[in-house]
């Protein structure tokens, strides 16, 4: 096998934002990088930790956001820095920025894709399905993933599409990217990346729909507000079933209790962000009045997560990096979690860097309570030698 020099990741949890961002630089600085993508928390002073990796990082393409927390080489942790950089030499990667997600247009929006793509194609005229890839970050508070997801994936076709919503430490005041040395709200980033390299893409939960049924009869889909189910507040209905008090209502609640609607077969889980004074319930994705939504159950996250890795390596083999997106409340849940420590532990066998969210999205839908990632396996000699 080839020396793995290729992919360089690491993490800083210094508080000082130039000491962070030069430890960063330290350890994943190469010849000729490809791309550079970090993610931080929002705690740093961020228009100082922009300068300092605008300037340890001249001349290459680097991407980012804030977080809900961070996980890296050195573990999950909060206030902290990572990433990993990409040789030239093994990817070809074409990016784009844009901006305004509050007067986002389809139509526009899978021109903005369609643009990148053509010029991944340009770059690499056989890249396809097979050796090729996209990465989505975006602003967690836009309330835009849903077209903005269905947009660029409608644009790149079979192309698989993973990505995060940026967050800010369940505060839910701003949430921000990084493009070209600054952050930025109401922004959102795709990264298209082909290389010789395997991968696989992937998404796992661990919860299922039970018989319970919930139904939304009043919703406002554009700001995510569920303000009635079954017919009575939502908060109220949504606690009833529980045999609770609405006032116990809180975000270790919802990670522990989302719901769940079945798309084609397929179970999505819709988590809530946070019980309103009005009675109603804001959700991380849009729900729509009329939707038949169940109560989620939870099984075992540790296997779950384990029997996801073990898939993965016997596909691809040992991870060199796996780019992780990892739901908020799937961290809350894990936080109160006598497996705590195993899930960080395999977490770190499978060099998972990456970030908490305010959601995920996986090819053309945005999704709550997953951890969706993509993860990169060894090139080695046989591999070119195909």
Known sequence: MEQQNYIRKAQSHATDPHEAAQEFHALVAQPDMALVIFYCSNQYDLDALADTMQRLFAGVQVVGCTTAGEI????CLEHSLTGASFAASHFSVTCGHLEHLQQFNADKGEAFAHALLHKLHA???HSDTNNSFALLLIDGLSMREEPVTRAFQRALGKLPLIGGSAGDDLAFVETQVYWQGQF???????????TPVPFRIFKTQHFVATDE??????????SRVVREINGLPASQEYARVFGIDTCA?????????????TIGGTPYVRSIQKANPDGSL???????????LRLGKGVDLLQNLELTFARIRAEI?????????????RKLEISESP????IGEVLMQNNTVGFNTYGEQFRGVHVNQTLVGVAIGAHTLETNDA
């Open 72 to 75: 890296g080489p050195a573990g």
């Open 123 to 125: 770059q690499v005229p």
């Open 184 to 194: 930025c709200s109401d922004s959102a980033i795709l990264v298209l990346l082909s």
């Open 213 to 222: 049924r919930l139904v939304v009869t009043e919703a406002d889909a554009a």
């Open 249 to 261: 209502l809180d975000p270790m609640r919802f990670a522990a209790w989302p719901v769940v609607l």
């Open 282 to 292: 804001t959700f991380f994705c849009a729900i729509e009045d009329g939707l038949v």
């Open 317 to 329: 083999g040992p991870p060199l990096l796996t780019l992780g997106y990892d739901c908020i409340l």
């Open 339 to 342: 497996d705590r420590q195993r």
